[in-house]
């Protein structure tokens, strides 16, 4: 039977940790990190995470406000909004709530953010930083699933990683990442058109499921002693529950279990680590440092 990868537990470690880190920059005399997130519309979704992002940054000393814009915004006067932000010296981050409406190009928007104050490591400059080798922040969602790895001393050099996702939030920076030198894992990249993915993921060490497909990766397509990562967050419906619905991974976790040294639930996996990353990386901002530099 697996051990289980507590993720909630490692992302409050990380918490407490970035909340010590801004405590003594303030008492430095530094005024505190400030993020400035954009909401576009009304996505229920989008708002509750929004939420979840502000009340987590309040929480270790991150100021932060939520410029909340009507649906209607255009594209002109959204890029206007971060060109002032980007300007502004008492702004540190600057993240944009995804999904935009139709008429917005979420590229052009993304791109508009000054790579320094980009936390959420989606400008091309971080992206290309990372896929060199270079400081840059880093995604938070793939920063995250690296330190539940660390954090729970498994080995990554020499290792198989198998990824399944090709996601520029996941897939593609989270391979990049096993590749850097000192993470040094052996990487293979699955997607939609891989031919014979059960092939491939019966040789990882590390298997990593970005998919979006609820209970995707089965026992069989796991190796035993295989470490599972499930970044998956899938609604799927059960009457029972008081919402009518709960969240499940991508994977099939009470079979994979079975055969896995270790696993991340669904939730309380790799959905805790991905707010706390992106709060170091809004401290780091505010230090002007960068990740894994
Ligand atoms: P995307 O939809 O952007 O990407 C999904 C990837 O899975 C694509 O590369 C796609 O391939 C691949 N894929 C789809 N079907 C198959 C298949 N049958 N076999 C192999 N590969 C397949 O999703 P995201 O990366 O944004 O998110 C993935 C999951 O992770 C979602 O459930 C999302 O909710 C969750 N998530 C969780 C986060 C967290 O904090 N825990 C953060 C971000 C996402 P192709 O490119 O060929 O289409």
């Known amino acids: 039977m697996a051990q289980i990868i507590d993720g909630k537990a490692i992302a409050a470690q990380v918490r407490a940790e970035v909340k010590a880190e801004v405590d003594a920059w303030v008492q430095a005399g530094n005024r505190p990190p400030y993020l400035a997130v954009i909401l576009v519309g009304d996505n229920p979704a989008s708002a509750s995470y929004v939420r979840g992002k502000t009340k987590a940054a309040a929480e270790v000393g991150i100021a932060s406000d939520t410029l909340h814009f009507d649906t209607s915004i255009s594209e002109a006067e959204l890029l206007a909004e971060i060109a002032r932000l980007n300007e502004d010296d008492g702004v540190d981050g600057i993240l944009v709530q995804l999904p935009l409406p139709d008429h917005i190009n979420p590229s052009r928007v993304l791109n508009a953010i000054r790579p320094d104050k980009d936390v959420d490591g989606f400008h091309p400059v971080n992206a290309g930083r990372l896929l060199l080798g270079e400081p840059g922040f880093v995604p938070a969602t793939p920063a995250g699933i690296l330190e539940l790895l660390r954090r729970s001393g498994i080995e990554t050099t ?136």
């Open 158 to 293: 020499g290792k198989h990683a198998v990824v399944v996702g090709r996601s520029n939030i996941v897939g593609r920076p989270l391979a990049a990442l096993l590749l850097h030198r000192g993470i040094d894992a052996t990487v293979t990249v699955c997607h939609s058109r891989t031919r014979d993915l059960a092939a491939l993921t019966r040789t990882a060490d590390i298997l990593v499921a970005a998919i979006g497909r609820p209970r995707y990766i089965t026992a069989d397509m796991v190796r035993e002693g295989a470490v599972v990562i499930d970044v998956g967050i899938n609604r799927v419906d059960d009457p029972s529950h008081p919402r009518g619905y709960r969240l499940v991974g991508d994977v099939d976790f009470e079979a994979v279990a079975e055969k896995a040294s270790w696993i991340t639930p669904v939730p309380g996996g790799v959905g805790p680590m991905t707010i706390a990353l992106l709060l170091r990386n809004t401290l780091y901002a505010a230090q002007r440092r960068y990740a894994y530099a």
